[in-house]
């Protein structure tokens, strides 16, 4: 049986999927770690007053869990979209923004403005957009954070 190649980073429907998979694939282990010990330091009493209520597995992560970790989830979700804007390297290197222009980004279409069209003017303009949005984002965060309670992890 034969199978003829495949040409993933050649499809333009596909080649931003295989290049934001070995991203979330490195990201997985330590955020699921996270998690887990989030959700470990939700009281059980909680879990188990929804269920007497009647909430099944989706009703006890939507009322119980999620409310609980929310700050977690907006944490982690800031950290993942600045993050993603460092991740430009993977895709040069995987297909260099294209085929056409698929793939292209932000970060590397600041990188092509300045080193290859050398236009430095532009590609500092840009950085500084770059720069005052993920700043604003994060000012969203930090205001959001700041009415949060926290609470210490119970020991086990």
Do not use: H
């Amino acid at each position: 049986l034969r199978v003829a190649p495949q040409r993933w980073l050649e499809d333009p429907n596909l080649a931003m999927l295989w290049c934001v998979l070995p991203t979330v694939w490195a990201g997985v282990g330590p955020g699921s770690l996270i998690y887990q010990a989030a959700l470990k330091s939700i009281p059980e009493e909680l879990f188990e007053a929804a269920a007497v209520c009647g909430a099944g597995f989706w009703g006890r992560l939507r009322y119980v869990a999620l409310p609980y970790i929310r700050p977690l989830v907006i944490m982690n979700f800031v950290g993942v979209f600045i993050g993603t804007f460092k991740s430009s390297g993977y895709i040069l290197i995987l297909t260099g923004g294209g085929p056409g222009n698929a793939t292209t980004v932000v970060s590397l279409e600041i990188f092509y403005e300045a080193y290859a069209r050398l236009s430095f003017g532009t590609a500092t303009a840009m950085s500084w957009l770059l720069a005052f949005s993920l700043i604003g984002f994060t000012l969203f965060q930090i205001r959001y954070l700041s009415r949060v309670e926290f609470r210490s992890a119970r020991a086990a």
